[in-house]
């Protein structure tokens, strides 16, 4: 059974840093790019960033390169996002994906393996 559990969610103030994890299981983690996306309340879901398979490339968003990192840990089958100097405006749920075919899409429906998401609030 595929699972994905992101974790490290939670209430911090402006200018703080998060570190997100997702830990997979079920399948051939290195098989698959990862990535994360967020849903702020009463928006869409957007893309944030990507990592390829083995960990050597990475993709963001124009708008998330300055203050997020993505990464990962083959050995543990974890995707991370290291989120720093967050504001009020990166409140979302925060979800994991993996691809397997798609490096660095932007597209939901390239993501084949989602998460269920960890809240993100930040307060101002």
């Known amino acids: 059974q595929v699972q994905l559990v992101e974790s490290g969610g939670g209430l911090v103030q402006a200018g703080d840093s998060l570190k997100l994890s997702c830990a997979t299981s079920?399948?051939?983690?290195?098989?698959?790019?990862m990535g994360w996306f967020r849903q702020a309340p009463g928006k869409e879901r957007e893309f944030i960033a990507a990592?390829?398979?083995?960990?050597?490339?990475?993709i963001y968003a124009k708008s998330m390169k300055d203050r997020f990192t993505i990464s990962r840990d083959n050995t543990k089958n974890t995707v991370y996002l290291q989120m720093n100097t967050l504001k009020p405006e990166d409140t979302a749920v925060y979800y994991c994906?993996?691809?397997?075919?798609?490096?660095?899409?932007?597209?939901?429906?390239?993501?084949?393996?989602w998460g269920q998401g960890t809240q993100v609030t930040v307060s101002s």
């Open positions: 994906a993996g691809s397997r075919w798609n490096f660095g899409s932007s597209r939901e429906n390239d993501y084949g393996y």
């Open positions: 079920g399948y051939t983690f290195n098989y698959y790019h």
């Open positions: 990592v390829s398979r083995d960990g050597g490339s990475t």
